[in-house]
């Protein structure tokens, strides 16, 4: 990795060399793949390229010239077991090196080898809210979606709805990467596909149709439960989580996965101090499950611990939306082969763990919000008890879940003592939108046709929401 990094800052410094002689600015290699910025601890901007070239692009910051260094090499890796059979998995080839360079806060200008980088603005107003996005591709539940068809699999046309909207930042509540599985013979719906953890996949189901958001703004990425190790985590280590990563941390090897399937908790601030300041508490709850824990259990003392880290973030700001992947407070369905529904509720090891630090209403009162993905549509549920509202944008083109009437919840509730005020639920795809007024957020739901579904301002002491 070292000699990478070597040959990355010789060949960016023959580089600009050149440049300071000829007058002209260094062309963009050809195997620049992807280039975005991320936006980490403490809202630390980094830059992060993908590439096929050895060693990492030319990155310009201001007029100077900040060398990348390299995150992850090139490389295949033996095949580890997964979520799937072994018969149905393969090795992870990532052809490509990822590349990082710290930006510095407050920048005004980033290329990245000829690319402008989008850079976090000083107050964050306007964000466009994803999750649950790729193509379904799974031997296990013969379930293949129609990777080949743009209104089947909408994603892309969702992203460029999203990116005309000229967001800020745009947020990601996980579920990135679908297409585990090779799609049939004869299947023309899926047929061609890429599948499996490695690069092409990772290309196919993200990065490629991503691209206008991934221009248009910063992003913040949360981790689902498909970037866990037995599944894409090795994927998430090397293009997606913000932080450095840690010896042991890539899930390329199983013994190491009790590492590699947890990381802490940590705050990204979206704006100037002010009655407004508001944080976004970035949780990664990729591994939790729906069934309650023993109090002793290992994997519950981790998440308690993990979950009071969070609530202390929330000291720093009066306005805060705690954003995982697995909904807290929201609820979801399924439709049994008999065609009954079945309604689930919210994610019981984590109710419990925050009930041992704020009782039943589960977050101190500068949390006003949570937001999640994991149920593919999209959900806004409030409270007349008090609790947080919840806002589900699962919605993002994924296989749709079975959509909820409110006479289907009737009587129902994610969390015993929790009284539903307000419910409104669609499995068309979208994302939602979060925008700065002078004295609450206003969330609106959007189809990616441009249809509004629900709106909701969010206030210091209470969410107000009204549907089409």
């Keep these: 990795m070292q000699k990478n990094m070597m040959i990355s800052a010789l060949t960016l410094a023959l580089a600009l060399a050149g440049c300071a002689t000829t007058g002209t600015q260094p062309t963009a290699p050809q195997g620049l793949q992807s280039a975005f910025v991320l936006l980490g601890e403490n809202g630390v901007p980094v830059a992060r390229a993908i590439t096929t070239d050895a060693v990492c692009p030319a990155l310009e910051v201001d007029g100077r010239a900040l060398a990348m260094q390299v995150r992850m090499p090139a490389e295949t890796i033996a095949q580890r077991k997964t979520a799937s059979k072994p018969e149905d998995s393969k090795p992870s080839a990532f052809p490509v090196l990822t590349c990082d360079a710290t930006l510095p806060v407050g920048a005004r200008s980033a290329t990245l080898a000829g690319r402008t980088l989008p850079l976090p603005e000083p107050e964050i107003k306007k964000i466009v809210v994803i999750g649950d996005t790729g193509c379904r591709m799974k031997t296990a539940d013969n379930y293949f979606q129609s990777c080949n068809d743009s209104e089947k699999w909408a994603f892309r046309e969702m992203v460029e709805s999203a990116a005309a909207q000229k967001p800020d930042l745009v947020l990601h509540v996980g579920d990135y990467h679908y297409r585990e599985n090779a799609c049939p013979d004869g299947n023309k719906e899926c047929g061609g596909s890429p599948w499996g953890y490695g690069w092409d996949t990772w290309k196919a189901d993200f990065f490629d149709p991503a691209t206008a958001l991934l221009k248009a703004a910063p992003w913040v990425m949360v981790r689902g439960n498909h970037e866990t190790c037995v599944r894409a985590g090795q994927g998430w280590?090397?293009?997606?989580?913000?932080?450095a990563v840690q010896g042991g941390r890539d899930c390329n090897q199983e013994q190491n996965d009790t590492l590699?399937?947890?990381?802490?908790?940590y705050a990204v601030p979206l704006g100037l101090p002010g009655a407004m300041q508001t944080q976004l508490i970035i949780f990664d709850s990729s591994k939790v499950g729906y069934k309650a824990l023993p109090a002793q259990d290992p994997v519950f003392r981790r998440y308690t611990g993990q979950l009071q880290h969070a609530t202390a973030l929330s000291t720093r700001a009066p306005w805060n939306f705690f954003v995982?992947?697995?909904p807290l407070l929201g609820f979801a369905?399924?439709?049994?082969?008999s065609g009954d529904l079945t309604v689930f509720p919210g994610i019981v090891p984590l109710q419990d763990g925050l009930k041992t630090l704020h009782q039943d209403k589960l977050f101190p009162a500068q949390v006003q919000t949570t937001i999640a993905g994991h149920v593919h549509l999209f959900q806004a549920v409030?409270?007349?008890?008090?609790?947080?509202a919840q806002f589900i944008s699962g919605n993002g083109g994924s296989s749709l879940d079975v959509p909820l009437t409110a006479a289907a919840i009737q009587g129902k509730t994610p969390m015993p003592g929790a009284e539903v005020d307000f419910f409104s639920n669609s499995n068309e795809v979208g994302y939602m939108v979060l925008e700065r007024q002078s004295d609450f957020w206003l969330a609106t739901a959007w189809t990616r046709k441009g249809q509004v579904l629900t709106r909701c301002e969010i206030r210091r002491d209470t969410t107000r929401c009204t549907a089409s």
């Excluded at 369905?333 to 082969?337: G, N, T």
Aim: hydrophobic share 20%; net charge positive; glycine share 8%.
């Design 237 to 243: 280590w090397r293009f997606m989580d913000p932080r």
């Design 260 to 265: 590699g399937d947890y990381s802490d908790p």
């Design 324 to 326: 995982q992947h697995h």
């Design 333 to 337: 369905v399924e439709r049994s082969k």
């Design 382 to 388: 409030t409270y007349k008890t008090g609790q947080a």
